[in-house]
């Protein structure tokens, strides 16, 4: 059991990107209340009910040039603290009293395209950079989920 990682921020919108911040959320397992995806097919859903991304993993990519920060590339939990190489489909964490499951990386699309310089979203791709992109899970205890709760990733 890995510890003293935490929620840096949550994010949602009414559709597409950049995701807003939140302070709280209330989770089920559909993901964050009130978040909508435009394209259906490929994002949301039980298996893909919330995106996350590493807040490392983000500074590290402005350092590189790339206008990124947190929510703009659509994921619904910003992580800080947390090994990313660990966060594998599979794995398990609790944030806070909310419990997922890692179901799948998340492909990038061109919709992220402006948060990278010279619009090289492929950037974040797993195939392409492994270990940089982003985590879809499924939810499976929901509840509410605030910045700073702890994040437990269990192996």
């Known amino acids: 059991m890995t510890t003293q990682a935490h929620v840096f921020q949550l994010n949602m919108s009414k559709g597409g990107v950049p995701k807003r911040p939140l302070p709280t959320a209330e989770i089920n397992q559909l993901g ?3 978040d909508e995806q435009r394209d259906t097919l490929h994002h949301g859903g039980p298996e ?5 991304y590493s807040l490392e993993h983000i500074l ?4 590189e040039g790339h206008p990124i920060y947190p ?3 659509g994921e619904n939990v910003t992580i800080t603290g947390l090994d990313w190489g660990k966060v594998v489909p599979g794995v398990r964490l609790c944030l806070g009293a909310v419990e997922i499951e890692i179901t799948s990386y998340a492909v990038p699309c061109r919709t ?3 948060s990278f310089k010279d619009e090289e979203f492929g950037r974040i791709g797993e195939k392409q950079h492994a270990g940089w ?4 899970a499924r939810v499976l ?15």
Do not use: N
């Open 32 to 34: 964050i209340v009130g």
């Open 71 to 73: 929510g703009s590339v």
């Open 60 to 63: 590290a990519l402005q350092a």
């Open 48 to 52: 893909r009910a919330l995106s996350l």
């Open 133 to 136: 992109s982003r985590a879809y």
């Open 141 to 155: 205890q929901g509840g509410k989920l605030q910045i700073g709760d702890a994040v437990m990733l269990y192996e």
């Open 112 to 114: 992220i395209r402006t």
